[in-house]
């Protein structure tokens, strides 16, 4: 049976930002499944002063259903999908930014789910949580301050974290296009900042959530290097890189790289979708 791709979003992000990956792996005679996480999606919050004009001091407190939303709610809505996927055959879970967070905790629980685990400039966390590796010196480039500039409202109070992508602050925008499109025209940044939504939830995991040998280890695995990486820097890629080896000598990643920024491969789907139908490849042939 041919594999089927599970492909798993980032922060802010949904289904929709895969439509284009998903067009060039089925013109390549790839199956493949765009997830929404809880709060994602066509479940969403938009709250009416989010729309033009913008109201933002209600935008700042009105609730969202992201709110209350875990780390482990995100592993089991995944698990729920891989399960039904599993049915079909084998399965490829490809996930991107903050999905592997999600990714790794369903490798962790249920490695027979999962017959290869590819993470495109994804979190897999090792031996920190996430949030501590935003500390470290590989993520001294990210101007976070400049990215939190579009943060509406407190977070500790809504229960949740919510931009205003629909800002026209100059300064906003360009913080944005530099973290995550440096490499794309200002149309395409645009459109892609479209179809992001205003809300994500605040949970990041526990210790027990980073990658653990007995499970996630047995998984083979990939990760996919994006060069031009400014919101994960190639250099914290390399070091998730490096610890995953660590943990699993024997089981080590498969690395490729692509030249793009974060969301690049998105938008150009046609390298990234030559990657994944490799390693679908490489799953038949063993």
């Not at 938009?46 to 939303?69: C, E, F, S």
């Not at 049915?87 to 249920?110: D, F, K, W, Y």
């Not at 060069?227 to 914290?236: H, K, N, R, W, Y």
Request: hydrophobic share 45%; aromatic share 6%; net charge negative.
């Amino acid at each position: 049976m041919p594999p089927t791709f599970v492909l798993l979003h980032g922060a802010f992000a949904n289904s929709f930002s895969f439509a284009p990956l998903q067009a060039e792996l089925g013109l390549l005679g790839h199956r493949s499944v765009a997830v929404d996480l809880p709060g994602h999606g066509f479940a969403a919050t938009y709250p009416h002063a989010y729309q033009a004009p913008q109201d933002l001091d209600t935008l700042a407190t009105t609730p969202g259903v992201i709110k209350g939303v875990t780390l482990a709610d995100n592993a089991a809505h995944l698990i729920a999908i891989l399960e039904r996927a599993k049915r079909n055959g084998p399965v490829i879970l490809v996930s991107h930014s903050r999905g592997g967070m999600t990714a790794t905790v369903a490798a962790n629980q249920r490695p027979d789910l999962i017959d290869r685990i590819v993470y495109v400039s994804s979190w897999c966390p090792v031996d920190l949580d996430v949030s501590a590796y935003y500390a470290e010196p590989e993520m001294a480039t990210v101007d976070a301050a400049a990215l939190a500039s579009a943060i509406v409202g407190n977070p500790a109070e809504l229960g949740l974290l919510r931009s205003n992508f629909r800002t026209a602050d100059p300064g906003a925008l360009a913080a944005f296009k530099a973290a995550f499109l440096a490499d794309g025209t200002d149309e395409e940044f645009l459109v892609f900042l479209n179809t992001l939504q205003p809300d994500e939830n605040l949970d990041v995991g526990t210790p027990d959530d980073r990658a653990q040998a007995d499970s996630w280890g047995r998984i083979p695995r990939t990760y996919v290097r994006l060069t031009e990486d400014t919101s994960v820097p190639l250099a914290m890629q390399d070091r998730m890189i490096r610890e995953g080896d660590a943990l699993t000598p024997d089981n080590p990643y498969d690395v490729r790289t692509l030249t793009s920024s974060h969301l690049k491969w998105l938008v150009d789907p046609a390298p990234a979708a030559r990657i994944l139908g490799d390693l679908a490849a490489l799953l038949h042939a063993s």
